[in-house]
């Protein structure tokens, strides 16, 4: 797939979460939002954690390589950001560790639908996730889920920031730009960090630790599942100990090598991906449209009816076909 290159300022001019930009919604009143929608009705779920990112980074670091990327996706685009899902899903291994606080998978399920669906009742019924903490096991559960309970058209996609980033977040002997593959809160993730929030950076305390796993390497994946081993990192349990044990730092890997020069290719590469997927929605389904309701859902005609003209337009809301437990 082509993915056409865009003009990024690096570092972003980050941090619009409580100014009156009209990019998060948190920050919008109802006129304004009224005229987003009337424009753009794409929304940005920016997804990260709140975790042990050693010295170098905050605890909300995933967070803000999210939100600063989906930042500058909707200066570019017009579209709308949501504020930001902080705490969240965790594998096993992160259990204890200083710092970390993991949502057990069925709350943050329930409370991933539960936004999803007053997004769509807010006619925000195009909405992308984009994560830098993966939870690629968690949240596209929660988007079925919500689908074959509601089954009303929608448009709902979960983008893998790291999946995207792909060779461009490797190391050089993988065809990337870094010494070391990715692991967590490393070379590559913290040159990718630095790249986006300098203002939140000290690379000065940065500190290394050297990954490990119980069975040789090319089983279980590295960090961000880039490599494409047989087994994905959180398809396992037991080929690592728990981090708190093994990285009390809260660094997987060397962060006192990274770089933020290097991650130039990998933020500009999920950036642009996501104007294209931002584009391509809106080119196939123009503002107010959705895929056909017939295809989408075999609910009552009524029904669906009712529910798709929505609050602000003589219809029901949303909530009338259920609550999202
Ligand atoms: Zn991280």
Known sequence: MDIPRNEWKLPPEGGHMDKDHQIYLSTMNSKQVKERLEKNDVILIPMGSM??????????????ISTRICEMVAQKTGCTLSPPIYYGSHPGYHLGQFLNFPVPDEAFCAYLRAIMTGLWNSYFRKMIFVSLHGQEYST??????????YQVPAMIFYVDVPRVM?????????GGPFNNPMQHACEAEQSVYGN?????????IAENTDPKGYLPYGHVDRGGDIYMYPIPGHCQVGNCGLEVV???????GHAKEADPQKAVPAVNRVADYLVKLHN????KF??????PTREMSQRDSAELEAVMKGVLKGGRHIYTLGWPC
Do not use: C, R
């Open 196 to 204: 986006l929030a300098p203002d939140m950076y000290h690379p000065e």
């Open 286 to 291: 123009p503002v107010g449209k959705l895929p």
């Open 166 to 174: 792909a060779e461009t977040l490797k190391d050089t002997k993988n």
């Open 140 to 149: 596209p559960v929660a988007m079925q889920e919500w689908y074959k309970k």
């Open 246 to 252: 093994n990285f009390p730092e809260g660094t997987v």
């Open 280 to 283: 391509d929605i809106l080119e």
């Open 51 to 64: 975790e042990n990112h050693g010295q170098s980074g905050p605890v909300g670091q995933d967070v803000f």
